[in-house]
């Protein structure tokens, strides 16, 4: 069945440090989206990419689409306390069928 | 404006009984979505409804578990009767379109069966 992974699982980081976190398709997406949650809360919306390469930025955050359309990265520059959380990613399958990925369970040590 | 509503926000319950989730879609929105959340299993699609019709329902454990909408301001989880092992967060969605949208979710609902 369709599946997505993401890597690596957990991270702990140095306030400071850059953090990347990979989702990876079997098949082709047609769209990708990434939630953050914080512990205790629910995921929330950050970004949606569609197009094959795109690139977006949101602040410190770096979002990439693979060319290919299976993959994609979330880079996060100069971790902060408040980027703690779990990233997850949701690739798209034509309009009704989104795929939320395992999630990388950010930690941030001050 | 409200965010997705979702209630109770706790819930503990002994097994065997019924145990009943509520959820209030954002205004307008016309897709609405239940996941399940637990350490083991991470985020679980559970049922996803369109303009009120249910879609896609594969992520439905078992015939324990049923959800109804009926209407579009207004959704129900049941699950009779409830196990141990359906310990979790469960947590309602909606979006302005299909699942391909951005979703937007509620707080979710924290259960627990003992």
């Known amino acids: 069945g369709q599946q997505v992974m993401q890597i690596p699982q957990y991270q702990h980081v140095q306030e400071g440090e850059d953090f990347t976190t990979y989702c990876n398709s079997s098949t082709t997406l047609s769209n990708i989206q990434w939630y953050k949650q914080r512990p205790g809360g629910h995921p929330v919306f950050l970004i949606q990419?569609?197009?094959?390469?795109e690139v977006k930025k949101q602040k410190r955050l770096t979002f990439q689409f693979g060319e290919a359309k299976k993959n994609s990265s979330l880079h996060i520059t100069a971790t902060q306390t408040t980027d703690v959380g779990t990233y997850f990613c949701a690739g798209g399958k034509g309009a009704n069928n989104l795929f939320f990925g395992t999630g990388t369970r950010l930690t941030v040590i001050p | 404006d409200a965010g997705v509503i979702q209630s109770p926000r706790h819930e503990v319950t002994e097994m065997g009984q019924e145990v009943t989730l509520r959820c209030k879609p954002i205004?307008?929105?016309?897709?609405l979505f239940w996941y399940r959340q637990t350490m083991m299993r991470g985020l679980e699609l559970l049922i996803y409804f369109n303009n009120n019709v249910p879609i896609d329902d594969s992520g439905m454990p078992e015939d324990r578990f049923s959800a109804k909408m009926p209407n579009a301001s207004f959704s129900t989880l049941k699950i009779q009767p409830s196990e141990p092992r359906d310990s979790a967060v469960y947590f309602c969605?909606?979006?302005?379109?299909?699942?391909?949208?951005?979703?937007?979710f509620g707080p979710g609902t924290r259960l627990t069966v003992t």
């Open positions: 969605a909606s979006s302005f379109g299909p699942s391909s949208y951005e979703q937007y």
């Open positions: 990419l569609v197009k094959s390469g």
């Open positions: 205004s307008g929105h016309n897709s």
